[in-house]
């Protein structure tokens, strides 16, 4: 970010869309400068380098100048999401307290609605995301000296569990984001000329990564849209792709069936998806049948028949672990369901068969990664044999935050 932030004018930018006519762009050089003056602040209110921040915020400007501001004064963020209304102990509440019980945060930046609900609940200072945004983009504010991180610094901590379980941080240093970032723009071939368009929430790691971070890494443009912009009016998004000429966007498998079902073709007037050569496809399993029909529905408006790229990842491995490449083929098997629940066996059967278990091809190993499937006792397994997924990788996490025996049963 900073060698585009150096081109100024010339500089690539995040484009921030909460609504249609509501847009708001941030050129590279801007947001390098917000995010100096952010830092400023927040070490004024204690925070320090090596201090984890949470950030509980919609994606937008604030998000991302908080999230910078951060990692410039060498401190962890952790993005949650913005609840969408508070339930009492057992609700937000309740998770937010065992968050910030186990990551021990100098602060927690969020909404003043959000603060205003948990008033007095913590101990952990509440700082407002919008004044500190506005001392951001104060141009006679102070700005924090720019310091570039060691390899081995934390750039964040992304929490695997919180809503369902006890929180689990995974630590992500700098070097493991550099890495995963360079892994994925070299297995699609995205370059500094590529636009993505995302409204994934950034507080999920598909979302931080490909949407933000990729593009950050890469020196392209990146354009933005909020989650819930995207569930009330799905075809937005379509329509973004087209605006800005997209090259990338990632989304899980729901969302491509909730388009096909929720979009009208009178909606798609003027629309052109011929740019979008990378609709990455991930986060959860991926079924043939929402593949094939969104393609189907989608190519008479240009949509590439090769476009849709499915990947496996974790967030143990900063994101991406496999991925197909552009261009590709939509491949998956068909395997029998019975044998491979009871028997721990991959057997094919016909793709019509009542039986038939589908499993979408999700490529190869990013470069540098090694993927390996065993049994429960760690021992590697053969060809068509189900167990689990171990990988090694420079993206791979040290562990997770504060939990040594976690750490130790799954990193080796």
Known sequence: MLAEAERGSDGSAVTLIQEPGREETLRYDALVENAARCAAALAERGVGHGDRVVLCLPTGSRFITAFFGTQLLGAMPTAIAVPLRFGGAAGFEGQLKDLVGYLRPAAVVTTS?????LDGL???PLVDGEELYARATSSDAPQHPIRRPDDDDLALIQCTSGSTGKPKGVMISHAHLAANCEQIVDVLRWTREDTTVSWAPLYHDM???TGLLCPVHVGGDAVLMSP???LRAPVEWLQHISHYRGAFGAAPNFAYGYLTSRVRDEDMEGVDLSSWRGALCGAEPIQPATVQRFVERFRRWGLPEDAFIPG?????????????QPDAPFRFDSIDRQTAVGGGRAIDVAPDSTEAL???DCGRPVAGTEVRIVDDEGRPLGENEI???QFRSPSRTAGYFDLPEETAACVD
């Open 228 to 230: 819930s912009r995207f």
């Open 113 to 117: 609605a959000v603060i205003q609900a």
């Open 312 to 324: 496996y990842g974790m967030a143990e491995a900063t994101l991406a672990i496999t991925s197909t």
């Open 207 to 209: 979302g931080l990564i």
């Open 358 to 360: 589908h499993i979408v």
């Open 387 to 389: 167990g689990h997924v």
């Open 122 to 124: 913590f101990d952990t």
